[in-house]
């Protein structure tokens, strides 16, 4: 089975650019989750979504939006970037959100902004 | 806001030895509790979930959970050094959400 992929890999923009990261959750899995991973920290939660609704939001500016899709992939957006959006995008997929749910992480996207 | 404290690294253990993780959360509520190891350059690869307070055994892996105290361990025996690696400690409470720390970095001396 496949696991949790993303794309792209790597990504590199220009400061006031849009971006967008894609994520397929593993086969059966119905709950997409985003962190952001900057160098040197462990990974923070910027959104959740089940069944295609938003389920939690991280403390993260209005210039992040993301959205679920019938298929249970999802998309991450973000607008003007900066440079401190510069980081592993990682994406996480469970099956429910429940807390009792183990959660498993893609490659990431290591996004560049300059 | 949630926090989760880990051991300051770089924790450095001979081949063949014991490393010992730790880590404390200040979110009372928090249910569940997983160690993820994560490669330089790579994402976090899950490897022990703990619910219950005590002892949870997974091979080499020992995690030990304490609600009262608010702490949650990793023990690996054996360390080798493929174990060299960051070790994330999250807990995920009732919003569902992994609440993570910095890290321990962990090398393991052939």
Not at chain 1, 26 to 43: A, F, R
Not at chain 1, 50 to 75: L, W
């Amino acid at each position: 089975d496949a696991g949790v992929t993303q794309s792209p890999t790597h990504l590199i923009k220009t400061r006031g650019q849009h971006v967008t990261l894609r994520c397929s959750p593993i086969s059966g899995h119905k709950s997409v989750s985003w962190y952001q991973q900057v160098l040197g920290q462990g990974p923070q939660f910027i959104f959740q979504y089940y069944e295609k609704e938003e389920r939690g939001r991280g403390n993260f500016p209005d210039r992040f939006s993301a959205r679920q899709f019938p298929n249970y992939s999802s998309e991450l957006n973000v607008n003007a970037l900066l440079l401190g959006d510069s980081a592993l995008y990682l994406c996480a997929s469970s099956w429910r959100t429940v807390p009792n749910t183990e959660a498993f992480f893609g490659q990431g996207t290591r996004l560049t902004v300059v | 806001q949630k926090e989760v404290e880990q051991n300051s690294g770089p924790l450095s253990v001979p081949e063949g030895a014991i490393a010992s993780l730790n880590c404390t959360y200040s979110d009372r509520v928090s249910q569940s509790f997983f160690w993820y190891r994560q490669y330089s350059g790579k994402s976090p690869e899950l490897i022990m979930s703990i619910y219950s307070n005590g002892d949870k055994e997974d091979g080499r892996f020992t995690a030990q959970l304490n609600k009262a105290s608010q702490y949650v361990s990793l023990l690996i025996r054996d360390s080798q050094p493929s174990d060299s690696a960051t070790y994330l400690c999250a807990p995920r409470g009732t919003g569902n959400q992994f609440y993570f720390g910095t890290g321990t970095s962990l090398t393991v001396i052939p």
